[in-house]
């Protein structure tokens, strides 16, 4: 639905060009979630801006089912921007105007008539859960409420396509989740296509069928997002991905010299990881069992990301040296990924 062709985009800071999006080419999927991630200055941002022609890139063609939107101009390019609903990571709403009026305004122009508008808005604030705020002003609502009312005003005029940027950034753990199910529920029931920008790798996990990962204004690595986080290939995706777990606080441990850590003669810390969509084993049970080795639990994190477990143990292997590695190439060959962190 959405195709990006080598998309630039320069800006010029303290007499230095820097290249915000450099040569990006990605493919957006009609009705999915998907994720641009990257950390401040990773030109996210700036990409997503290009898809609606709020930024116009310096080179390079925005396609939106098979339109080249980068030809349009005036008239033209309002008419298609109006396909493209958008929110934003501090709201944008009108403070001295109501909710209800909030959310009107993208359609005071649109032919319908004055009750006709109030009765759309009013059905889109249902929608988002806060038909009770339609009389209350921005002030007045909570944080998660006022993006609630920004995604209503953002899908008053039937837009195809959702662009969110950075839109649970200014939220806390609790009304973020709540904002994503609602997004997560909007595609599902309207069909919508949803851009969603974050530096959260825990919100691509939430909701997102796959991912782009930015980085210097380059995308290094796309992909489902399983797969993504299963076997991140770029360093800055794996210190993303290392964000939502626990299993990489063994490096800490290890830094720190704790007493946790500290290994007899023939003791090793491994690391395991599940590299498919498969469902998990018992692999501590099977492995003592089968190769007479005791493994201790430090870090242990499962989860589950598009209906297939990912996650992986810490553990401390004791046994004979043999065994151990017999273990060790036995998860290999079950595509368990298994990583020796440090031997006695």
Do not use: W
């Amino acid at each position: 639905m959405i195709r990006l062709e080598h998309i630039t985009k320069t800006y010029v800071n303290a007499g230095k060009k820097f290249n915000a999006a450099d040569d990006v080419s990605l493919e957006i999927k009609k009705g999915e979630i998907f994720g641009i991630i990257g950390f401040s200055g990773a030109g996210k941002s700036t990409l997503v801006r290009c898809i609606n022609l709020l930024e116009r890139p310096d080179s390079g063609r925005v396609f939106i089912n098979d339109k080249d939107i980068t030809a349009l101009r005036g008239a033209e390019l309002r008419r298609q921007r109006k396909k493209i609903g958008m929110i934003f990571q501090h709201f944008n709403l009108f403070a001295s105007r109501t909710v209800l009026q909030n959310v009107i305004f993208p359609i005071r122009y649109n032919g319908l008539s004055a009750a006709e508008r109030r009765k759309k808005a009013l059905e889109l604030l249902e929608l988002v859960g806060i038909a009770d705020k339609a009389g209350a002003y921005p002030s007045e609502l909570s944080g998660g409420q006022k993006q609630r009312a920004a995604i209503a005003r953002a899908l008053a005029s039937d837009p195809e396509i959702l662009l969110c940027d950075e839109a649970t950034s200014a939220l806390d753990p609790q009304t973020t989740e709540a904002i994503l199910k609602l997004l997560k529920s909007l595609n599902a029931k309207l069909g919508l296509t949803i851009v969603l920008i974050t530096h959260q790798m825990n919100v691509v996990k939430e909701i997102c069928d796959r991912t782009a990962v930015m980085e210097n204004g380059r995308v290094v690595e796309q992909g489902d997002v399983f797969e993504i986080f299963a076997n991140p290939q770029q360093p800055v995706t794996r210190s993303f991905v290392d964000t939502t777990s626990c299993l990489s606080g063994i490096n800490t441990l290890i830094e720190e010299k704790s007493p946790l850590v500290q290994l007899k003669p023939g003791q090793k810390i491994l690391r395991f990881k599940y590299l498919e969509r498969s469902a998990c084993e018992a692999l501590v049970s099977t492995i003592s069992r089968k190769f007479n080795i005791d493994l201790n639990i430090v870090f242990g994190s499962i989860e589950i990301i598009g209906d297939n477990p990912i996650g992986g143990l810490v553990v401390i292997a004791d046994g004979n040296e043999d065994d151990i590695r017999a273990a060790v190439k036995y998860l290999c060959d079950i595509n368990v990924g298994v990583e020796v962190i440090l031997s006695a």
